[in-house]
């Protein structure tokens, strides 16, 4: 079945720090990838997408693409701020409209 | 304004005391799920509703019961709470029009079954 697997954290930087965070998927056919970011004491908002291979999605300042040959979905930011504290999840969607996510990446960011 | 709305937010019983978690969403969408949320293992999808009176089982089932009276409300139902359900339960509306895929995610309820 379909399967995210997401780097381990938690993950602390300094602010302006270059962040990082691993996922690689696992599916049959042709997935739609999400980023989806969750604040402290709230829900799940959705971060960016890419629905099909070499696609970039971006918000924020957050990038990731969609890598095929790789099955990857990396995501990244050239320079974090204290607001962007919070736990992030990769996140597939493949042939019915479930979404299978990753473990979640809690991510600090020290001023 | 678009949105999913769960009650109630935060919720701490006993083992077996029948519990019901809200949901409603106002978009008129006919795909709604249950998700759980647990450390290390992120969220896993409890049961989903293709339509009313339609509604099967996701990747984590066991002790969960849903309905699907009206295309609004998809109510999570745990008859008998056990302490392995304490989690944190998101519903979900999900926008699936032609080639168009949104999820919608409440804003999530904190269960503690003591």
């Known amino acids: 079945g379909d399967s995210v697997t997401q780097m381990e954290g938690p993950v602390t930087l300094s602010e302006e720090a270059f962040l990082t965070i691993n996922c690689t998927y696992t599916?049959?056919?042709?997935?739609?990838l999400f980023w989806y970011v969750q604040y402290p004491g709230e829900g799940l908002q959705l971060l960016l997408k890419a629905t099909k291979a070499d696609d970039k999605g971006s918000n924020k300042g957050f990038e990731a693409t969609y890598r095929k040959e790789t099955t990857s979905f990396h995501l990244e930011k050239g320079s974090v701020q204290v607001s962007d504290s919070a736990v992030y999840f990769c996140a597939l969607k493949g042939s019915d409209y479930k979404l299978s996510f990753g473990a979640g990446t809690t991510v600090t960011v020290r001023a | 304004e678009a949105q999913v709305t769960q009650n109630p937010r935060y919720l701490i019983t006993v083992t077996g005391k029948k519990l019901t978690v809200t949901c409603s969403q106002n978009m008129n969408h006919e795909y709604m799920s249950w998700y759980r949320q647990d450390p290390g293992l992120g969220l896993r999808q409890i049961y989903y509703?293709?339509?009313?009176?339609?509604?099967d089982k996701g990747d984590v089932p066991e002790g969960y019961k849903v309905s699907r009276k009206e295309k609004r409300n998809f109510p999570l139902i745990l008859e008998s709470p056990s302490p392995n359900q304490t989690s944190l339960y998101f519903c979900a509306s999900t926008k699936t029009s032609g080639r168009s895929y949104e999820q919608y995610f409440g804003p999530g309820t904190r269960l503690t079954v003591t």
């Open positions: 599916a049959t056919g042709y997935p739609s």
């Open positions: 509703s293709m339509n009313v009176e339609v509604t």
